[in-house]
């Protein structure tokens, strides 16, 4: 059997084939091969590593992969110039960068550089050929211009620009480049005349209308002696950068220059030296708003009590053990801009806490007596001085939710008072899920916005949104 014809496959079959050969740097044809070998000999490879995801439509972005960063995906053609030896270290600068690169050489390209040399660097087959049965068993060039999230040409030759500009496709890299419905980046690399050239001129404006993005050329000395002026491809460091940018865009920091104040986690009151009072506070709601108020670019203190959660990434955190240790650790950071006190702060301490274990005795259980802890919320909320422009505290209530939450908000002196029911049933208590409600003053009337279940992410993301527009909308002086 000379070559396969398989027709009519479903998405998933055909996404599973071609994750395995990619995998395995083999053609599509010649896994199916394997794989037929394999089936033959009875020793099929299981699917469940390479369960296909749904087909995404050709105008869905690429999904995001796990990692530090999300990983991202481009395919890089490379042109035919000198600059060509430039491609081979912008491989490396955007592998660094977690951007997995599948690479295609024009004709002319390999003339400066080898497909040996691009596939070591990329640790991919490299492509080359149109007509190259093996990739177009099924549309190889159809892939290459849409299985990724952004198409990088670098150098983009004048002759190359010339194709994209009328809309040729003679050889693989102006076909990817017709059919592909992704962000195209050109690093546009000749000679000064080349690139001054009416005819280039005339082909540049109309690939930037198109919604084609260049970057550079630079100017300096060309690779011909004597020649100098703009036409140098930029540096690969450069290209790799604005690949990022495109790849990844900055998230927006709507409390940037902010002060942000956060309390999470329960607090134990000691007994003795090994008993203790406390509650089934988690803490992971309070470190949840703290990841997702430092991502919206706020300056971010945590004060905790005894959690099992790792220090949220960019966080000042301050650990701490009991109401009265928290309380001094909050007055301490002041002042901020937005204090959030999540904390389930225990009501009541031991009014004489034991300097040795209590043991048990004939006469029964020994007294308890019990003295109230600081109220953190009220002190902070009706400070003269430093207090917060906005104070927001929680409640958490197993009966009378919403009329709890209220009367707190009026004695506390609070702004707001997020509100959540934590009655065994609902597992919020150690969970990782809630619901809330935000009570708040509008127009002197007490507002109630009841939000759906959520994860405590999801609640931190939507709460720290609304903090933003009220920093917007009141524009509030930074802490100083």
Request: with cysteine.
């Amino acid at each position: 059997m000379a070559s396969l014809t398989i027709r009519k496959l479903d998405e998933g079959i055909k996404t599973y084939l071609r994750l395995r050969s990619a995998r395995n740097r083999r053609s599509v044809e010649e896994e199916v091969r394997v794989i037929l070998g394999e089936l033959i000999e009875g020793r099929e490879e299981p699917l469940t590593p390479f369960a296909a995801p749904p087909a995404a439509s050709s105008s869905t972005p690429m999904p995001q992969r796990s990692g530090a960063l999300p990983e991202a995906s481009v395919t890089l053609i490379i042109g035919g110039g000198i600059a060509a030896y430039k491609s081979l270290d912008l491989i490396r600068r955007l592998k660094e960068r977690r951007i997995e690169v599948r690479c295609v050489l024009t004709k002319a390209a390999q003339q400066f550089v080898t497909p040996l040399a691009v596939s070591a660097l990329s640790h991919e087959r490299v492509y080359t050929d149109l007509f190259d049965p093996q990739s177009e068993f099924d549309a190889g060039h159809i892939r290459l211009a849409r299985e990724c999230d952004l198409i990088v040409v670098a150098p983009a030759t004048a002759d190359l620009m010339a194709k994209m500009a009328n809309g040729h496709a003679d050889d693989l890299a102006s076909a990817i480049l017709l059919a592909t419905n992704r962000k195209v980046l050109l690093a546009p690399a000749m000679n000064p005349l080349m690139w001054n050239n009416a005819a280039t001129r005339r082909n540049v404006a109309q690939l930037q209308r198109d919604g084609v993005m260049l970057i550079g050329p630079n100017s300096g000395e060309m690779a011909e002696a004597g020649e100098a002026g703009i036409g140098r491809m930029s540096e690969a460091i450069e290209i790799a950068a604005a690949a990022e940018r495109l790849l990844r865009p900055p998230v927006p920091r709507p409390l940037a220059g902010k002060r942000v104040l956060i309390t999470a986690g329960p607090t134990h009151e000691p007994i003795d030296p090994v008993r203790y009072i406390a509650n089934r506070s988690s803490g992971k709601q309070g470190f949840a708003i703290a990841a997702a108020a430092q991502a919206a670019g706020a300056e971010v203190i945590l004060v905790s009590g005894p959690v099992d959660l790792g220090d949220p990434h960019g966080v000042t955190v301050k650990h701490v053990e009991s109401a009265r240790q928290m309380l001094e650790q909050v007055q301490a950071v002041l002042p901020a801009d937005i204090a959030i006190f999540a904390a389930a702060v225990a009501d009541w301490r031991v009014a004489n806490e034991g300097e040795q274990k209590l043991k048990k005795t004939s006469a029964g259980m020994p007294p308890l007596q019990l003295v109230e802890n600081p109220d953190i919320l009220a002190t902070i909320a009706k400070l003269t001085d430093k207090r917060p422009p906005l104070v927001i505290g929680f409640a958490a209530e197993t009966e009378h939710l919403i009329d709890n939450a209220k009367s707190k908000l009026a004695r506390k002196g609070c702004d707001w008072i997020v509100a959540n029911d934590v009655s065994p049933a609902t597992g919020v208590m150690g969970g990782d899920r809630n619901t809330v409600h935000l009570i708040s003053r509008k127009d002197g009337e007490i507002a109630v916005d009841s939000w759906p279940v959520m994860t405590k992410e999801q609640v931190a993301i939507e709460l720290v949104a609304h903090i933003a527009k009220s920093v917007t909308d009141k524009s509030l002086e930074p802490a100083s």
